[in-house]
């Protein structure tokens, strides 16, 4: 059996900054997930925003990790080479009425020590979002966008560069021993590890009830999103939310432009009783349309390309609503654990100071000593589609992979798709490759570059086409072959 | 005998409702034109099909060349056809109109093969 | 980058390119070329090997690969230029291509350009189905394409949404491969495919199509697991009561398609908002001068044969412009009128006959299709049928035009 120092439970952003910053230190480190890559669960399916915590109750743990991962995103970003964008967001009131709430906002922003928050009237709104309405709005120029997806991955990529392992389709199914010697049962074998970290998002109560920890209950809360075609990407330059509706588990409906140049519509926030309900539904579909075209009128059913959920992972349930505090403890059942429960939004933000702070916590068990050799300098993919036309035409001299558009419409090529199948974390099923390259995610959905993709992972990757799958083993994407090519050939 | 059935001679598509006996087509009713008629007949006494599907070619371009029916064939003996076929495998280069089975299963039509496919070592 | 010159341009090597491209050659033009993204010429033609191909223009019924050779051979015979594996990236409206292959990166400056990139098909993403993520959803097109080019079965028992032509066809192919078809659900209350695909498609097989029928919800997280049916009433409301689970592994979308006119709009090609495609005259020439747009990417056909000889029009309309520098222009505005979707050109020169292409709104028996200029019936002619699916094709000689003006057509009793 493997030993460990740390096991980290759960890939998602916080349990692979988690990772990442544990392999700084002396220290033998375990990521396990139960999917087959990371960034599967909520992590993936929110916003894709760095939030500034103008909103988050002054004081709270919330608070302090969300200004403070909000400062160090930026940093850390370039230093992961993951997409990182300071676009601004603007808070509108649609009535005079709503406006009151914009300055309670900004007084629990100042008071957090969020930076140039400011209230703007309708007509400077006009001016920096003309497609907008509004009659004044809080804004809020530190906000920024960000790629859950590419900084998920990265974090992972970096703690397995420093030395962590990463098991994929690793679900844990039984925890025993007590600290210094936990045994983790897991879907591919057992591991020990001397500490365990429960980051397992919406599961994390579940992983807890197996060491025996009972006291916590997450209640899953799904926001349904909508994606515009990047063709109307430019309708808005900022976030675009509203004020936030009284006592709700949600932000409200708003409208954000992604990295990718899309815009994302949603999310909305309906408790489930199924914490894998990630379906999306008509009713909430035209309710988000509406809500939408309230704040942008020049939005239409014809731009949306996609659609998607994602669940918040909430200790407040149904009757009570609102936020609840983020949960980072150890507790006294089960000594040598760390519990990280109720991480929702702003969880992406606030995952690098989390990471410090799970770090410090890890310090005060074993000794943490610098390795020396740690980097988290690390080159992410090249995005041929935008570069100038000169710095692609150089590339494409230099390796004709560059030269061979994969995928149309979002411009992928060969050279990055061949990247992104020999990714570090193995993870080789369909959306794996679409998180890392973006091939398949444009308007057409893969009805161009799927089986092109397909054909390499068949010819190239020597992937048996039955285990070709869109997200893991149980979703294969085939069921065999037409006609049985074993034959002999008789003409 | 009486039937309905949809003539599709035309993008018209009528829905006509035809009487027989055991040699003839007595009436066609509700069709917009008289081509309805030997379309209706053939439909009734002896419904064809020209079938299309693909067979493995060794050493080709692509893992499949597409193939018909040079002619029709009784409906009835389509998946005749299709069963036939999944035994044959044909070997590149492969030209347009290459016989791949003649004469399949005495129904006095061929098999041919619809595409070009160039051989690679 | 390394700049070339060429007196025409096509974009896209599918049916449209391949008859664009050899007429522009055929008409004079002396540098031509036909810029391909995929390894083969031909298109979607390729994976189409049902038979029903070339009854307008060849005069019997063939298959899609062989109605692609047939014009393959041609450009050959023209000597035509072409290249494959080569994807226009950029297009201005000065008609300077930038295009990218493994050899390597270049631009083309071209006297005309055509525009024949064909169309996508519409996905669940645009239909917004409701539901789970899983494996197992595909559209008509990409079922085809595995199945027929790369030998691989999608799925063993699959519902089927949307009875255009390319999905009864599927219906059949993956019937008589060994899949089991449960069913054939359309929204609308009549077939959006032909007649001969209902007949030969789904009844020769037993194959159940449910009318102002649609999916509301499919199920399963890792591959689907089956999908719920529901009847719509007028307004496309969901009849209460009338939900039923329909098991399955795949379901196969065959929900309409869109024209791919992302190059167009980058070199300030005015659309139409109906059509998805370019507004042009009578030259198939596009609000930018020497730009030319012809087939699927122009409009959605239904018949391979009418694609063909609008390309051929375009590719000498290019090839008369790259001579010329400029075409007669076009003022006499055309205008759909009672009963019509769309009308093409939507303007025309008067120069010469003009065929038209239009659409009707609904499907109705016995209709009239009516060219009206100044309050004049210029043209009438009985239709037994029209229906939104099929294209209507009428032809009228130049001495029927004003000199100016406008001309409605619609489809009435």
Known sequence: ?491 | MKGELICAVCPVGCHVTAEWNETDLLDVQQAACKLAWPYIRSEIFDPRRVVTSSVPVVGGEIPLVSVKTDSPVPKDRMRDVMQSLAQVTVQAPVNVGDVVVSNILGLGANIRATKRIKKVS | MHTTEVDVAVIGGGPAGLAAVTSAKNAGAERVLLIERDERLGGILNQCIHDGFGTKVLGESITGPEYAQIYIDKLQEAKADFCLNTMVLDLTPEKVLTVCSAEGMRRIKAGAVVLAMGCRERTRGALGIPGPRPAGVYTAGVVQNYMNLRNIMVGRQVVILGSGDIGLIMARRLTLEGAKVECVAEILPYPSGLARNVVQCLEDFGIPLYLSTTVTRIHGTGRVKGVTLAQVGPKWGVKSGSQRFVECDTLMLSVGLIPENELSKKAGVALSPVTGGAIVDDWFQTSVPGIFSCGNVLHVHDVVDYVTLEAEAAGRSAARYAAAGSLPSSPIKVKPGQGVRYVLPYQISGEDAVEFSLRALAPEKDRHVVFRSNGQVIRKMRELMVAPAQMIRVKLRADRFPKEGEITVEVTE
């Open chain 1, 1 to 491: 059996m493997e030993q460990y120092d740390v096991a980290v439970i759960g890939g998602g952003v916080v349990g692979c900054a988690i990772a990442r910053e544990l392999t700084q230190y002396r220290l033998k480190v375990a990521l396990l997930e139960k999917e087959a890559d990371v960034c599967r669960g909520t992590s993936g399916k929110n916003s894709a925003v760095v939030h500034t915590g103008f909103n988050v109750k002054t004081g709270s743990l919330k608070a302090r990790l969300n200004v403070a991962g909000a400062r160090m995103f930026e940093g850390l970003c370039a230093e992961l080479d993951v997409p990182f964008k300071r676009v601004g967001k603007l808070v509108t009131a649609l009535t005079e009425a709503e406006v009151p709430e914009l300055h309670k906002l900004k007084a629990t922003g100042d008071a957090n020590g969020v930076p140039s928050l400011e209230i703007v009237d309708g007509a400077t709104v006009k001016k920096m979002e003309p497609n907008v309405g509004g009659v004044a709005a809080l804004s809020v120029p530190t906000a920024a966008i960000t790629s859950p997806f590419h900084l998920t991955i990265a974090l992972a990529e970096v703690a397995v560069a420093n030395g962590a392992d990463v098991l994929l389709q690793a679900e844990v199914t039984a925890i025993s021993g007590k600290e210094g010697s936990f045994r983790i049962t897991t879907r591919r074998g057992a591991i020990g590890s001397k500490l365990v970290i429960n980051s397992a998002g919406l599961y994390s109560d579940h992983v807890a009830r197996l060491a025996g920890v009972r006291r916590y209950k997450v209640y899953p809360c799904r926001g349904e999103y909508f994606i515009i075609d990047s063709a109307k990407g430019g309708l808005i330059k900022h976030m675009v939310y509203p004020v936030p509706p009284k006592g709700g588990p949600g932000l409200g409906v708003h409208l954000t432009p992604t990295i990718d140049g899309n815009i994302l519509i949603g999310p909305s926030a309906e408790y489930v009783r199924r914490k894998d309900d990630v379906a999306t539904t008509r009713a909430v579909a035209r309710k988000l349309l509406k809500e939408a075209q309230e704040i942008l009128p020049a939005i239409s059913p014809r731009d949306v390309i996609a659609a998607y959920a994602g669940i918040r992972a909430k200790t407040t349930p149904s009757s009570v609503g609102g936020f609840g505090e983020f949960i980072i403890e150890e507790v006294p059942e089960c000594p040598g654990m760390l519990h990280l429960v109720g991480i929702e939004s702003p969880g992406l933000t606030a995952a690098p100071a989390i990471a410090l702070d799970v770090a410090q916590w890890v310090g005060r068990h074993l000794s943490l000593v610098p390795n020396g050799h740690f980097t988290s300098k690390r080159n992410g993919a090249v995005t041929f589609r935008d570069l100038p036309p000169e710095k692609q035409a150089e590339l494409v001299a230099q390796d004709p992979d560059y030269g061979h558009i994969v995928c149309r419409c979002e411009t992928v090529t060969r050279k990055e798709l061949k990247a992104a199948i020999e990714n570090p974390l193995g993870a080789r099923s369909l959306n794996s490759i679409k998180y890392r390259a973006r091939a398949t995610m444009g308007r057409c959905q893969g009805g161009f570059c799927g089986p092109r993709v397909v054909d390499m992972l068949v010819n190239e990757y020597h992937v048996p086409l039955t285990e070709i799958s869109l997200k893991g083993p149980s979703s294969s994407l085939f069921a065999g072959e037409v006609k049985d090519l074993t034959c002999t050939p008789q003409r």
